[in-house]
Each structure stands twice: as C-alpha cells, then as structure tokens.
Nanobody, 117 residues
Framework: QVQVVESGGGLVQAGGSLRLSCATSGSLFSLNTMGWYRQAPGKQRELVAVVSSSGGTSYADSVKGRFTISRDNTKNTVYLQMNSLKPEDTAVYYC???????????WGQGTQVTVSS
C-alpha cells in the first residue's frame, strides 16, 4: 500500500504564493508519475500539473506561467510552487501517484488552498 500525503495548503491573498508538498511512501519513487489535481466546490476534479518519471512536465492552461511542479527523488516528494495566485485557484488540491506496474493510482487526502480577493 502506497501512502500519499499532501501539505502546505492555507489561506493567501490574491497575488501571493504557496508551495504544496506531496510525500509518498514506498521504494522506487523515481519510477512514479506524479500529478497535482484540484477540485473546487461544485466542480469536477481537474488536472493542474504532472511530472513524469523522466522529469517531463505538463500544465493546465489556466496555471501555465504561474505554477511549477518539481520532484525530489531523494525525498520521495513532489512539489507545486504556486505564484500569482488568483481567487479562482481556490480548491482542494490532491496529489496522485501512478506507476506503469501498478494496477491502480494512489491519491492523497487533499489540502485546502483558499485565495482571497
């Protein structure tokens, strides 16, 4: 069983920054594709950013140029640096771990990000 734990959420004013962290248990973290997703009230969960095992990244159009996903394989951790935050970024942010050899994905419990105007 893989444990995924997010941290770093909170309340911030528009224009501010936050850094989310996602720690994952288990070995061979470097083989994981790690993704950040978010879900706002009344909306579907959406992909925010993803980093592959080779380090390639992809972002939702709404966060390009403002958010940066990165990983530290020595710490089994992925980060989401969020700058120039907007009220529409308010959501619960979830981390997901995937690996080709796994039969399922593993999700964290989520961390709340609230951006005030």
């Amino acid at each position: 069983q893989v444990q995924v734990v997010e941290s770093g959420g909170g309340l911030v004013q528009a224009g501010g920054s936050l850094r989310l962290s996602c720690a994952t248990s288990g070995s061979l973290f470097s083989l994981n594709t790690m993704g950040w997703y978010r879900q706002a009230p009344g909306k579907q969960r959406e992909l925010v950013a993803v980093v592959s095992s080779s380090g390639g990244t992809s972002y939702a159009d709404s966060v390009k140029g403002r958010f940066t996903i990165s990983r530290d394989n020595t710490k089994n951790t992925v980060y989401l640096q969020m700058n120039s935050l907007k009220p529409e970024d308010t959501a619960v942010y979830y981390c997901k771990a995937d690996r080709r050899s796994w039969s399922r994905s593993y999700w964290g419990q989520g961390t709340q990000v609230t951006v005030s105007s």
